[in-house]
């Protein structure tokens, strides 16, 4: 079982990213998958997930009308697309795969918003 999160890098303000999660090693299909984020010294917090079929998605407030949580089983990655970023959306991001009581991590990927 792994994820591995990619296209994480230094942009400025009002720039746009869009991370990939590649999955493998499980049923890619039947897992919900979301993307968290993480600072020093704050807890993880959950900024979008999608559910098995891509048919729902939901988003932290925080990140609402920026940021869009895609997902293409064919391909088995999620993607995080983040337009019009904030210097306060610097932090490392994390997918994760959720099925039940079962969630799994990748290693994570940064993000740093700077001028």
């Known amino acids: 079982v792994q994820l591995v999160e990619s296209g994480g890098g230094l942009v400025q303000p009002g720039g746009s990213l869009r991370l990939s999660c590649a999955a493998s090693g499980f049923t890619f299909s039947t897992y919900l998958m979301r993307w968290y984020r993480q600072t020093p010294g704050k807890e993880r917090e959950l900024v979008a997930h999608i559910s098995s079929g891509g048919g729902s998605t939901a988003y932290a407030d925080s990140v609402k009308g920026r940021f869009t949580i895609s997902r293409h089983t064919a391909k088995n990655t999620v993607y995080l697309q983040m337009n019009s970023l904030k210097p306060e959306d610097t932090a490392v991001y994390y997918c994760?795969?959720?099925?039940?009581?079962?969630?799994?991590w990748g290693q994570g990927t940064q993000v740093t918003v700077s001028s």
């Open positions: 994760s795969a959720r099925r039940g009581a079962s969630e799994f």
